[in-house]
């Protein structure tokens, strides 16, 4: 009785001290714990955002009231504690109530005894419904390991899904149906103008999509079904991605699946449609926690529609700028959606004189009033002339192709005269011959300020009709025109200095980024350097790395401190026609494991490459020559990367792209024996339908290169499968080539068949002890024996004789990734 009375009056003391609220909120958190179900008749307050909260049962995702901006919630899904340790705002993988958020004070929300999850505000208002009508037997509600927050009955089923109607992201294992889709979350927390959904031909879809227009722009709306590499109306219509970072849709042509660049099972992903239209696959870094885009839809940020609103020019200069065409400027400053509004009037009711000023090089896709085909550009201008709706008109000087237009919408350049020119609708009143045109200017050498405002000004040439000749009196008023003159330099030095100060900095919040990795690597770090500037990065090109198949290779520190290699080509006279061809490689490549291309150097005689610096060098010199110990599993990783980048070199790039020259020399490893493929100076663009195309003045190694090379038959990708199967020798045994079957030249191939034939007669034969004595010695026995044996068996394949019978490099991505797999389990 008295340790009664005595644990009374301690909690008495403690409620009535001055720090008993310190102690309540405490003891508040411990008694709600984060749970991963909430039973029928239970709510969660948004006041207890911070400790009640659903949790998945591995942590993975929470479920709660989540601030977007201040007093303002969501009920949502998202990622526990990746962001935090990175430093990021929380990844948010769904959200009931987006753009119509619930107040700081009073909202919940509630599991009812009739089944439904209903979310309400501070004034009792349904803003939220799980369904339409109600499920007697639900039992609770539970956040699962993969995200989904579902309901179930009494025997554990689920009767809904927050899976069934996703926001704007899409997480493994979800179906994307007829029925689903996602949409675009503005900047300011508002569903956006931007769908990725199966289309009305069954295809899955990037779509912008408002109250006036509705229009795809991905696959690519130029080319037909089959040039986009999918199946036309297939009823079908089932997409999903999976754990392993593939995505997979019913359209897909032969089951062509799209896949994250890093594939492989044990990744966090999650498919997001941004803000800015693109559809991205992101990867959760294990090591750093930070997210990386390791897919990308669009590579090219202007072919998406709406990007920069009405009247608005998307082009490269270089990043993805939004500009205005003459005659027109932007009509909300810092928000490029609403685009651009004209600067002059054209009255439907009196005839006005009207010109057209040409746009080169400018497509506005979309909103054609008519297509009048075989007429002449000055037909289909009186066509446009004569109708006050037309905006302006295109016209495809090849073959007499007509296209009036009643909105100017999906504005965008290209650097590429293929694109059809663009001509505008303007008043003959209004002089254009000094207003800025938006051009593409990816290669041009002037540093730009990328902002969606200041761009290039291309200046009209003047009407010779408008030139006065000059006055015989000339120099009667030589001083005034001076001092008129020197007055109006001032005005231009003070309106300079104004916009540089004060105007750029309002301006840089219009900016239209190129957030993917592709585009990224083309505008952020792609550029051409100047001579002085690898000159002084190299120390006058003082730490020389070695020789490559097309000249010296040299390493430098750039102005930001990063390490860099500049590779010097050697003889110009030839090296020219593969610089540019290397430059074609560059805008379409970005992998994890192919060597990250900075920019380039093109200046009178000299012709440069500033790549990505791998900090532990060449595969040959850490494998045949230094002292570095290579154990097995590095080694099987290395070959799992050198496979993964060959395969987006042959499969996933724009163009079918062939390295040519693959080699141990040819594989740099980075701080984490990370392979990264470097030279591409050998290889050749070859077209998809195209596989007997033959690759001209195309060089390789002895003892690297296919049998058919050498005897003039047409290069095909499996030239590079047969070379990676003599790398997997190397990394299996440790050893050269050219010290395992000892010949010399057209020898090599010869020994190396009959070398090949001997390890496929051991490997039938089962014999237990061979492949310890083949594996490199220096592992000392300890190695995977299981993985060794695959990747002779891999090696043997691919070094067939006939290309045909050899595998593709998808396919040995797949046979390493489940050998992998395999082994780790």
Known sequence: MAAAHLLAALALLLTTSPLSPLLNAAAAAAAAPREDTLHRKSSIAVEDHDTHTLRSPDGAFSCGFYPIYEGAFTFSVWYTDTAAAAGDDDIVVWSANRGSPVHAWGAAVTLRKDGTLVLTDYDGTVVWPSQGKSIPDVQYAQLLDTGNLVLKNSSGDIVWQSFDSPTDTFLPTQRITDASKLVSTTQLQVPGHYTFRFSDESMLSLIYDDDNTTSVYWPDPDFMYYENNRNLYNSTRIASLDDSGEIFSSDFAKSHVRYASDRGTGTMRRLKLDYDGNLRLYSLNNSDRKWTVSWIAQFQPCMTHGLCGPYGVCHYSPAPTCSCPPGYKMKNPGNWTQGCEPIFEISCERKQDMTFLELRNTDYWGSDQQRIEKVSRETCQNVCRDDCTCKGFQYQAGNGTCYPKSLLFNGRSFPTPAVRTMYIKLPSSLDT?????????????????????????????????????????????????????AFFIIEVFFFTFAWFFVLRRELRSSQVWAAEEGYKMMTNHFRMYSYKELVKATENFAHELGWGGTGVAYKGILDDDRAVVVK?????????????????????????????????????????????????????????????????????????????????????????????????????????????????????????????????????????????????????????????????????????????????????????????????????????????????????????????????????????????????????????????????H
Request: charged share 25%.
């Open 433 to 485: 011959s000094k207003l800025p045109i938006p051009q593409s200017n990816v290669l041009d050498t002037v540093r730009h300020q990328l902002a969606c405002g200041p761009i290039r000004t291309i200046t009209m040439e003047q009407n010779p009709s408008n030139l006065q000749k000059p006055s015989q009196e000339e120099p009667k008023w030589y001083y005034f025109y001076g001092f008129i003159g």
């Open 568 to 824: 010097k080509l050697g003889n110009i006279r030839h090296s020219k026609e593969e610089f540019h061809d290397e430059l074609h490689v560059i805008a379409r490549i970005n992998h994890m494991n192919l060597v990250r291309i900075y920019g380039f150097c093109s200046e009178r005689s000299h012709r440069m490459l500033v790549l990505e610096y791998a900090e532990k060098g060449s595969l040959a010199h850490i494998l045949f020559k230094s002292k570095i110990f290579v154990e097995w599993k590095q080694r099987f990783n290395i070959a799992l990367g050198v496979a993964k980048g060959l395969a987006y070199l042959h499969h996933e790039c724009l163009e079918w792209i062939i390295h040519c020259d693959l080699k141990p020399e040819n594989i740099l490893l980075d701080q984490d024996l990370e392979p990264k493929i470097t030279d591409f100076g050998l290889a050749k663009l070859v077209n998809r339908s195209g596989d007997n195309k033959i690759v001209t003045r195309a060089r390789g190694t002895i003892g690297y290169i296919a049998p058919e090379w050498i005897s003039g038959l047409p290069i095909t990708a499996k030239v590079d499968v047969y070379s990676y199967g003599v790398v997997l020798l190397e990394l299996v045994t440790g050893t050269r080539v050219f010290d395992l079957v000892k010949g010399e030249d057209e020898k090599v191939h010869v020994m190396l068949k009959k070398f090949i034939k001997m390890l496929s007669y051991r490997l039938d034969k089962e014999e237990p002890f061979w492949i310890a004595e083949f594996v490199d010695f220096r592992l000392g026995g300890e190695f995977d024996y299981s993985q060794a044996k695959a990747l002779i068996k891999l090696a043997i394949s691919c070094l067939e004789e006939e290309r045909k019978k050899r595998p593709t490099m998808e396919s040995i991505v797949e046979s390493l990734l489940s050998v992998d797999l395999a082994a780790n």
